[in-house]
């Protein structure tokens, strides 16, 4: 009997279920639990729908759905999202995309089938492949590995306090290896770096690495001074959006202070998407999908026996998560045993309380994360726009007090402008 359903999800808890469900339903019901092994199979089965989660390794599953529905063989199928990736804004991207429901996790298990069943009565009855960077002569081993934070607030410059110490830019830290610099995000921030740059002459190419294209994570592009000059070379990585590819989002990031003509640098592009990378000689980047808003990345460096760890949005569950929102778990595989992690601390708890599913996270939910995953230094970065320097105090003691409170073998700090800190 032909596949009626396909299911693409890799959690097997949730994907098991689904499957159970259906097939208890009456329904001939094919798993996928390799979202690149996706596309393939639905072009074989044929069903007549197809079940996607969001958060996957390999290609997203809000992509998949915007593949599916632009391709002639596949645009006829029909779909829905099931994620516990339940923001507004995936859910808009979800239903622009073609799919006809989007079901959060936890969903009802008696409703599931039933909302299956009922898009069906309707009937009558390559992956992508990602550039790699090419060859760079070896690094030379050094003992430090050297770290700076350029920007971390959470909003543009303009909407924070006037005066603080903690810095006004937003998101960009820069880790400075033997012969090579790899920078994380390009807000305003970044412009702070490209001054240092220019003015010692140092590190003419770059690694920008990219987790989503939100304002406060590309606007320094514009103004990189950098990208004004031929001598350098910006390697640039990030994720697509389902619907544009990282060359379409670059060129409206730059547009601003390009007007549309090219940069006079060279710049590479390489489109990345959950896995890992050999970036240079045993250099390795692991990218991997966060809980927020859109398309975003988090990243692992691995270089010189380190372990550097960059999730500035990132919105963990904490003692909210339910049996099946597996976020901070899967999370904590993926940057346990860091040397230093960067991780969203926007909140206070009680600011929490009322920015829930924002995809922002509060900075004891971080402590607590980073406590239980054996990470030695914790830096807390996207500091909320609103917060002046007294607040940002309170937070920086009452995250050291955590840490002694349950006793994590974890040091913690506020990210401020400016930070250096050394692994």
Request: net charge negative; aromatic share 8%; charged share 25%.
């Amino acid at each position: 009997m032909a596949t009626q359903v396909i299911i693409v999800d890799d959690d097997p808890i949730v994907g098991s279920l689904s499957l159970e469900l259906l097939k208890d339903a009456g329904f001939t019901v094919l798993l996928i639990s390799d979202s690149l092994k996706a596309i393939d199979a639905i072009k074989k089965e044929k069903p007549s729908l197809v079940v996607l989660d969001i958060l996957m390794p390999g290609i997203d599953g809000l992509t998949l759905l915007h593949k599916l529905k632009s391709d002639p063989e596949t645009e006829k199928i029909h779909a829905i999202v099931v994620s516990g990736k339940s923001f507004e804004a995936e859910k808009i991207r979800a239903r622009q995309f073609g799919a006809e429901e989007f079901i959060e996790k936890p969903y009802d298990i008696d409703a599931f089938p039933q909302k299956v069943a009922a898009i069906l009565k309707t009937e009558g009855h390559e992956p992508v492949k990602i550039a790699r960077p090419p060859s760079a002569p070896p690094p030379v081993v050094r003992a430090d590995v050297k770290l700076t934070v350029w920007g971390c607030r959470s909003t543009s410059s303009a909407m924070s306090p006037m005066v603080t110490r903690y810095g006004k830019h937003t998101s960009c830290v820069s880790v400075e290896l033997s012969n090579s610099l790899i920078v994380f995000d390009a807000g305003s921030g970044i412009s702070l770096l490209g001054n240092e740059l220019m003015k010692t002459g140092k590190h003419k190419e770059l690694w920008i690495f990219l987790t989503h294209f939100h304002a406060d994570h590309v606007e320094g592009l514009a103004g990189l001074p950098c990208a004004r000059d031929a001598a350098y070379t910006l390697n640039i990585g990030g994720p697509r959006e389902p619907d544009k590819p990282l060359e379409q989002l670059l060129a409206a990031a730059l547009e601003p202070g390009f007007g549309g003509d090219a940069p006079p640098c060279k710049i590479e592009l390489y489109e990345l998407m959950e896995q890992t990378y050999e970036i240079l000689p045993g250099v390795r980047l692991a990218a991997f999908y966060a809980n927020h808003p859109g398309t975003t990345l988090g990243f692992s460096l691995l270089a010189e026996d380190r372990k550097i760890s960059y999730v500035p949005d990132s919105e963990l569950y904490g003692p909210f998560a339910t049996a099946l929102q597996d976020y901070d778990e899967k999370l904590g595989g993926l940057v346990r045993d860091s040397d230093i992690l960067f991780h969203d601390g926007r909140y206070t708890d009680e600011d929490y309380k009322t920015n829930r599913n924002a995809g922002h996270s509060s900075f004891l939910a971080a402590v607590d994360f980073a406590g239980r995953n054996n990470v030695k230094q914790l830096v807390l970065v996207h500091h909320d726009d609103r917060y002046a320097d007294d607040t940002l105090d309170k937070i920086a003691k009452a995250a050291e007090a955590r840490v002694a409170e349950k006793g994590y073998a974890l040091k913690v700090v506020l990210g401020r402008e400016g930070l250096r800190l050394t692994v």
